[in-house]
């Protein structure tokens, strides 16, 4: 038997940074068409700033295995919407994650293909189960970056079209100073 190395590596607790991980860097440009305010999204864009960045280990796309990423998602907003990761389903649909928050606040948007939504809100300890078939989202609702961990099969994979092209059912939003998880008025099934 031809077995694997065992590791170890210590999150940075502070800035999310995984020693030797992959990072990916999401700035708005990537997020075209993904905010409801196009507006504001053309406005901000002047600027480009950073949304997230993920520090990753992966391991080769087969069953039985898997992958961890922490994710650094910056506080801002597109006019009224807070800041988000891209949010997929899985290309194998059926493979769960868990995700546990590291710093900072926010939450996680859910949805089954039929767009039954589900908003979890997330602080440091918080674990979410992301259940086979759920679509899922993190969004900042604070004000400094909202750091945290994710725990997946290495086979997952990402689909990210449906959710490119429709979103979520829900968005959240500042509205009178408060955070609100309100129907988004562009979805359809
Ligand atoms: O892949 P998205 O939707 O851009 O969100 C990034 C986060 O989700 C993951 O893809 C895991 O679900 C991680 O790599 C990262 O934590
Ligand atoms: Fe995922």
């Keep these: ?47 480009d700033p950073i ?59 859910l949805q089954t293909p039929e767009g039954e939504a589900k908003w979890i809100p997330m602080e440091p300890g918080t674990v979410v189960y992301v259940p086979p ?3 899922h989202r993190t969004v900042n609702t604070g004000n400094e970056p909202f750091i945290f961990l994710a725990i997946y099969p290495a086979d997952a994979g990402h689909d990210y079209g449906s959710i490119k092209e429709k979103g979520f059912s829900k968005i959240v939003i500042e509205e009178d100073g408060e955070v609100k998880v309100v129907d988004n008025p562009r979805w359809k099934l």
């Design 1 to 47: 038997m031809d077995y694997k190395t065992p590791f170890g590596v210590k999150i940075d607790l502070e800035t999310g940074v995984i020693p030797g991980a992959n990072k990916l860097v999401r700035r708005l440009s990537d997020m075209r068409g993904y905010f409801l305010d196009e507006k504001a999204y053309e406005e901000l864009l002047k600027e």
């Design 51 to 109: 949304v997230y960045e993920v520090y990753a280990i992966e391991q080769e796309e087969k069953e039985g295995d898997l992958n961890f990423a922490t994710t650094v998602l910056y506080p801002g907003k597109v006019g009224k919407e807070f800041f988000f990761t891209k949010g997929h389903y899985h290309a194998k649909a059926d493979r769960a994650e868990i995700y546990c928050g590291i710093k900072g606040r926010g939450g996680m948007l």
């Design 133 to 135: 078939y759920w679509a």
